[in-house]
Every structure is written in structure tokens, then in C-alpha cells.
């Protein structure tokens, strides 16, 4: 294996040399060997004592210099200059077999020196819920990091009871994230900023490397993949959780899965984390959040955009005003493929949004329904709604629709079992799992793997994967796992 730390070589300031503490008795719990293969990783050995040792980063192999990397952010809103890698380290960048660059990451690892007040530790079930649901954003197409491992230390750690902790192993297009900016922009040396604007150009969007403003071009790119990344968060009813600015990433991808989850029924005012009293990260709030976040990004380009400061503010502006657009027009798009339609009127989607939601309908399992409708099945759309005749309304409505469209209503029920899961990481199925897990079975998290890691094809048997949670899940609260 070939480690190589572009990264940190090219911006030392960013990052501090820092060792993994030692698992007193690791074990790989989960080795992801989709991944392993992606990047030529032999499975067998990281299923070893050795290949344990190595993904703790307790065996560092030639190249390999772990790092902690730097970064500052806006978390709920208030600015901490200094956050950091508090329980993770880069191991290095590795090279996958189309020859893209990826960070291999570690979390749980042990303090460092951005560990503040915490311990640097992470327990199994928090870091088994990153496995699982980025996993499951894989396998609905969204851009995330993945996960290689989860190993388990053999330590206990003290959280409200002493509970088995771990180390997470994964795999991002890298860690740069808004945080990184706003870290540089308050740093001593004035060039830093641009050096990192030209770093995160060459890795993420090589394209922008030789065009007239580039700063200003990279600042839309990064806007736009934004836009892209929540529109799809929002069309699958996921909900981050902790959008923080050192969670959002540079490179498009979701990063830093904390109390996230998704929606059962229809609300958007849907907040899971326990501490996000204000629902500031609400699930309608997502987007305004991204653009939120994106102003701070701006904030810290500001100076490459132009000399002068006006015309840079103007700039800037003119981009953060356009993301709500380019995010809208995204959503549109989707939720057109998702009722089978090539537009959907914006009424009608709307019509639809407000009955699932005074009707209570759990989004995932109304939109996998509909194809259903066209084959001639309408019982399981028809049984989600308490008022069924309101729902009868706007089934003539969406029939019409469909009949309108050039395709045949049997390709276009294939084409919505496309984007429509079936199978998504339900709460209750997530919780359950991790329980279990923490338990020592790891019997349920692989089974409910199997399940989302292919949510779109219906299989026999997983009946109990498709049912919304138990009433007693309805306030259902998740927490940081810090
Ligand atoms: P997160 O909520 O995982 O995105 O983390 C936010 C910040 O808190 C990052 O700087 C983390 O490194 C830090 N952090 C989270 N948990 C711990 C912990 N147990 N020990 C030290 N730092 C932590
Ligand atoms: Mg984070």
C-alpha cells in the first residue's frame, strides 16, 4: 500500500504529526471489502491481528505519517476559532484503481491536540451508525465518504456508563472543509488562504485550474455541489443533523455522521438531535443552512475575488443569492423523477407535500408506493392516508400527468422504482442494530446492511425493513456520540 500526503506537505500548517493511541485488544468488527477492493486493499489481511493494528494506525507502515488536521468552524451558529481533529487522524491519501486521490481517516483514535476538553475516544455504536448510514447514502447515490472498518479497541470508555469503544476507518475525497477556510483565514501567514483555495482547485475541480477568476469559479463550483448534495438530502428525507461549518465539505460529499437520520413521515420541521434545541438543522432548513455556510466560505475568499473590497462583497453576493435557485431547480428535477413526471407542476408537488403532512405519511414508503398505483395497485398508496378521499383527488390529478408523458406507464414505474427506495436505515432498524452491536452481535447491523446497501430492489422477505417505526419512535431523539 502506497501512502502519499500531498496535503500536508503542501500546507504543513494545516496539520500536526500525532500517533493513535494503542487498542489494548483490537478487533475488526466490520471490514467493508467493496471498498478494500475500490483501492486494492487485501481483505484478508485487514481481517488479521495485523491488518487490525494497521486500521487503529497503531502499525504505521512506511510513508504513512499520521496527522491531525486543523480546522476552526461555526458550530450552531457561534465561532470556534480552533477545532480540529480532537479523536481522528489522516493516515494518508491513498490511490484508487481509476487513479483518484482519497484521504484514509481514522475516528476514535485518541487525543490529540485538538482534543479540548473530550477524550479522543468514540464507542462502537456511534461509529457503527456512520458505517451503516453511509453505507446507505452510497447506495442511493449520494455523495458521501464511506466507511473500510469499524475495529473495536478492547477499551471501555466513560460516557453516561462505561460503554466499548472503537476506531472508524474511512475513506473521503478528502477533509477539506468550510472549517479549513475560516481556520487559514485567521492565520498568521496572509497567503495562506490562497494556497489552500489553489490546493482544494487541484484536487476537486482540476478543471477550474487555468480559468480567469478561478477563485471566483471555485467558489460557485463548491456552491453548486452544495445545492446538488442538500437538494438530494432533502429528496431522500435525510436529515444531517449537525450542519456545522466544519462539517460541511469542500469536496461535495457528506461528511461527519453525528445524530443524523432519516424522516418517517412527512414534516418538515423534523428534528432528531438532542441537542439542536432550536432546530436550527431542521430538515426544511437544510438548504438555508448550506447557503449559510457558503457565506462563511465566501467570507474567507473575499480577498482572491478582487482587490477591491466592494466589488468582492458584490461578487460574492451574487452567488449566495443564485444558490436558493440552483438548489430549487435541482429539487424540482427530483421530485419530478420521483412522481414519474418530466416537470411536475409546482402546485401539485406542493398539494402533495401538504397532505403528506397533516396526514402524517411516512415519505419513503408513500413515493415506493406509486409505481404501484400505475401497475394497477393503488391499496398501499391509498392505505398511507387517513383521508382517502383527499388523496383520491390527487391521484386523478397525477394520473393525468402520467398519461401525458411520452413514455409507457410500465417504463416510467420502472424508472420511479429507480429513485425511490424501498429500503432506507430506519431509526428504529438503526438503533436496534447498534444495541445489539454494542452487545457484541453484530447479527442485525450486518443484516440491515445487506438491506440498504441495495434500497431500490425489492426482495422477499425484508417486509419488516419497509414499515415505519413503532409509535414509541415518534420522539425519537439521536445523539452527537461524542
Ligand atoms: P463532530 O461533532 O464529530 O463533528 O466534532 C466536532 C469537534 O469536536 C471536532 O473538533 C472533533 O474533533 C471534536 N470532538 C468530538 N468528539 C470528541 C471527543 N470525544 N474527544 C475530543 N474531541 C472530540
Ligand atoms: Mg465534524
Known amino acids: 500500500m502506497i501512502f502519499e500526503n500531498s496535503y500536508t506537505s503542501t500546507l ?37 491481528p495485523a491488518g487490525a493494528r494497521f486500521l487503529l494506525g497503531n502499525d504505521v507502515i512506511d510513508g504513512c505519517t499520521p496527522m491531525a488536521l486543523a480546522y476552526a468552524g461555526h458550530q450552531f451558529g457561534g465561532y470556534s476559532p480552533r477545532l480540529g481533529d480532537g ?26 491536540t485538538f482534543s479540548r476538553g473530550g477524550d479522543g475516544k468514540a464507542a462502537i455504536a456511534p461509529m457503527m451508525r456512520e458505517y451503516i448510514v453511509s453505507e446507505a447514502m452510497h447506495a442511493l447515490r449520494i455523495p458521501t465518504t464511506r466507511s473500510l472498518a469499524v475495529v473495536a479497541t478492547g477499551e471501555q470508555i466513560a460516557r453516561e456508563t462505561w460503554l466499548p469503544g472503537a476506531v472508524l476507518c474511512r475513506i473521503a475525497a478528502s477533509h477539506l472543509r468550510v472549517g479549513t477556510f475560516q481556520y487559514a483565514a485567521h492565520h498568521e501567514d496572509p497567503t495562506l488562504v490562497q494556497r489552500l483555495a489553489d490546493y482544494a482547485i487541484s484536487r476537486h475541480y482540476r478543471d477550474l485550474s487555468n480559468v480567469d477568476n478561478k477563485y471566483l469559479e471555485f467558489f460557485k463550483a463548491v456552491a453548486q455541489r452544495q445545492a446538488s448534495l442538500i437538494s438530494q438530502w432533502m429528496l431522500a428525507g435525510f436529515i444531517h443533523g449537525v450542519m456545522n461549518t466544519d462539517n460541511m465539505t469542500i469536496s461535495g460529499e457528506t461528511i461527519d455522521y453525528g445524530p443524523c437520520a ?35 466560505l465566501a467570507e474567507t475568499l473575499l480577498p482572491l475575488f478582487s482587490d477591491d473590497k466592494d466589488e468582492s462583497v458584490a461578487i460574492a453576493t451574487e452567488v449566495l443569492m443564485d444558490f436558493p435557485k440552483q438548489y430549487q431547480a435541482l429539487w424540482d428535477a427530483g421530485m419530478s423523477k420521483k412522481l414519474g413526471l418530466t ?40 392505505n398511507s392516508f387517513i383521508n382517502i378521499e383527499q388523496y383520491d383527488v390527487w391521484e386523478k390529478q397525477w394520473k393525468q400527468l402520467i398519461a401525458g408523458e411520452s413514455q409507457t406507464a410500465e417504463a416510467i414505474a420502472v424508472a420511479m422504482n429507480q429513485v425511490n427506495p424501498i429500503y432506507i436505515p430506519r431509526n428504529h432498524l438503526v438503533e436496534e442494530a447498534l444495541a445489539a452491536a454494542t452487545e457484541g452481535d453484530l447479527g442485525p447491523t450486518l443484516k440491515l446492511l445487506e438491506v440498504v446497501q441495495q434500497p431500490f430492489n425489492e426482495r422477499s422477505g425484508l417486509e419488516r425493513f419497509t414499515q415505519p417505526a413503532p409509535t414509541e419512535y415518534k420522539n425519537y431523539q439521536t445523539f452527537c456520540g461524542t
Do not use: C
Open 12 to 48: 504543513p500548517e494545516l496539520a500536526v504529526t500525532w500517533n493513535s493511541d494503542v487498542a489494548p485488544n483490537p478487533n475488526a468488527l466490520i471490514i467493508n471489502e467493496d471498498v478494500a477492493r475500490t483501492f486494492n486493499l487485501d481483505s484478508d489481511f485487514l481481517k488479521s
Open 87 to 112: 479523536r481522528a487522524l489522516l493516515l494518508g491519501e491513498i490511490i484508487n484503481a481509476s487513479g483518484d486521490r482519497f484521504d484514509l481517516h481514522l475516528k476514535g483514535s485518541g487525543r490529540t
Open 343 to 382: 416537470q411536475a407542476p409546482v402546485d401539485f408537488i406542493n398539494d402533495l407535500l401538504q397532505m403528506l403532512h397533516t396526514q402524517s405519511v411516512d415519505y419513503t414508503q408513500f413515493f415506493r408506493s406509486l409505481s404501484s398505483v400505475i401497475s394497477g395497485d393503488a391499496s398501499a398508496a391509498r
Open 262 to 296: 432519516f424522516m418517517d413521515s412527512y414534516d418538515p420541521a423534523t428534528v432528531f438531535s438532542s441537542i439542536d434545541h432550536n432546530g436550527r438543522y431542521a430538515y426544511s432548513n437544510q438548504p438555508h443552512i448550506g447557503q449559510w455556510n457558503l457565506a462563511r
